[in-house]
């Protein structure tokens, strides 16, 4: 098994998805949870979830006061209301307190919780073994033509919001040498993975094996109602990639960010790898291992 901390934020489906991924797969130990920006509808519906597995880890939160619920419609709509909570400590905190040689942390959210950490000058004895982030973009000049999906065709850099959400944390993650490895599952490969009807006929037997799946498919159920064509599955391949490093096909990079775009450089020995390709048959194994 591997120790996990996940980042997270709920205006978009497939974070909560890849929450309930992560507490119910076989191989990861969840350890904890941080949420951007962490707001009391949020943290209650992540405890929601948590308590489905019948978890009660560390929730962390970058700004629980802020203005706003920041938790789509989507979740309320298909799994019920969730009361508000405030049973949430400040996210660097977690992220300090939870992480270390041994743990994985996927982010899946724009890096304001990871950032509000390495920020910190009282936490240079952070380590942190492997940072599995959904983010970044690969283009020319690391990504063969053959792989380079048309609307990224011979482009450097593109904007991308995970990193764009959190641009100076982003650079700071990308460059602190108390993180020891670095694996980027980027835009350029996370746009061809989609969550469709053939994968949703592969999760509806395993509904009465795992809760996970059972909560997945009955989230998307309701999202292929309204958009039958499937939904992009950004955030659960990067935590299957964490799971299985071998979905992925890697390269050895340097991330640069030039006028709110992020692109990469081939650089041998630099520790940060990102994906340009990935093996679909493994996703699909790893999604619905139970």
């Known amino acids: 098994m591997i120790d996990v901390v996940w980042d997270m934020e ?7 998805l890849t929450l309930l991924l992560l507490c119910g797969h076989p191989e990861v130990r969840l350890k904890a949870v941080t949420i951007t ?10 405890r929601w979830g ?6 009660d880890i560390p929730v962390g939160a970058y700004n629980i006061d802020h203005p706003k619920q920041c938790l789509s419609r989507w979740h309320e709509r298909v799994y019920g209301a969730a009361p508000p909570s405030r049973d949430a400590r400040p ?5 300090r307190d939870c992480c270390d040689a041994d743990t994985t942390l996927i982010t899946g959210a724009p890096l304001k919780n990871l950032g509000a950490l390495l920020r910190r000058d009282d936490c240079d004895d952070f380590v942190l073994g492997r940072w599995v982030a959904q983010g970044g973009f690969a283009g020319r000049g690391v990504v063969p033509p053959a792989l380079q999906l048309t609307k990224f065709k011979n482009l450097d850099a593109v904007p991308t919001y995970n990193f764009g959400g959190a641009p100076r944390a982003a650079e700071r993650a990308l460059m602190d040498p108390r993180i020891r490895s670095r694996r980027l599952v980027s835009k350029n490969v996370c746009h061809r993975v989609y969550y469709d009807r053939d994968v949703h006929e592969r999760v509806a037997p395993l509904r009465e094996q795992s809760l996970a799946m059972a909560l997945i498919w009955k989230g998307m159920e309701a999202y292929l109602r309204k958009r039958a064509g499937g939904k992009k599955f950004h955030d659960p391949l990067a935590a299957c990639c964490a799971i299985d490093e071998n979905i992925g096909t890697w390269k050895e990079v340097q991330m640069f960010r030039r006028g709110g775009k992020w692109g990469a450089e081939r650089a041998p020995g630099s520790g940060t790898w990102i994906i340009i390709d990935y093996d679909r048959s493994l996703f699909l194994e790893t999604l619905t291992q139970i």
């Open 91 to 95: 996210g660097w905190e977690v992220l």
């Open 50 to 55: 948590l308590a489905q597995f019948g978890l």
């Open 37 to 46: 920006p962490g707001t009391p509808e949020q943290v209650g519906f992540v």
């Open 10 to 16: 709920t205006g978009d489906p497939d974070d909560f």
